[in-house]
């Protein structure tokens, strides 16, 4: 069992893009909408490895809107 969760981007941007801007930060990511982008944590996911987690898609969203 797992956790499935869906980011909507607020622009319609190829989420193709995005994934690989996170798979850039060792995050693995799959393209649900043309603005969405769905995670697939455990459910016993860590704190700690959520906090990275987050890191990482921050990363990830300054590498999309730098271009």
């Known amino acids: 069992e797992g956790l499935m969760i869906g980011i909507r981007f607020h622009e319609v941007a190829p989420v193709g893009n995005m994934v690989g801007h996170a798979y850039d930060q060792h995050m ?13 944590p455990a459910l016993n ?5 959520l906090n990275e987690a987050i890191a990482r898609l921050d990363a990830a969203c300054k590498a999309q809107k730098a271009g």
């Open 45 to 49: 996911v860590s704190d700690a490895d």
């Open 28 to 40: 693995l990511t799959v393209p649900a909408a043309e603005n969405t982008m769905r995670l697939l």
